[in-house]
């Protein structure tokens, strides 16, 4: 079993930047691939990057594309998502999860893990 544990949110004001850290318990970690997602209130969660177990190619949505840096560490269990020019747009509470098969997708059905969720909070 993995655990995922957010941390990082806040409250910026616009055009600011913010780094959020997930931590996951287990030893397995490196092998997983890794996403950040993102949940507005009344809307669906939605996929916001990407990354593979290697930490190699990455992906985002079109929407945070230029803006976010999705990153990893496996030595310390941990996979980042850098957010510079930040947008009202993007309040939202931001969750990673861990894929255990397969090289990272936008799919929320696709990852096994999941983290509580941090709120972010972009004010104009």
């Known amino acids: 079993q993995v655990q995922l544990v957010e941390s990082g949110g806040g409250l910026v004001q616009a055009g600011g930047s913010l780094r959020l850290s997930c931590v996951a318990s287990?030893?397995?970690?490196?092998?997983?691939?890794m996403g950040w997602f993102r949940q507005a209130p009344g809307k669906e969660r939605e996929f916001v990057a990407a990354?593979?177990?290697?930490?190699?190619?990455?992906y985002y949505a079109d929407s945070v594309k230029g803006r976010f840096t999705i990153s990893r560490d496996n030595a310390k269990n941990t996979v980042y998502l850098q957010m510079n020019s930040l947008e009202p747009e993007d309040t939202a509470i931001y969750y990673c999860?861990?894929?255990?098969w397969g090289s990272g997708t936008s799919v929320v059905t696709g990852y096994d893990y999941w983290g509580q969720g941090t709120q972010v909070t972009v004010s104009s």
């Open positions: 999860a861990g894929d255990r």
């Open positions: 287990g030893r397995t970690f490196s092998t997983y691939a």
């Open positions: 990354i593979p177990w290697s930490g190699g190619a990455t």
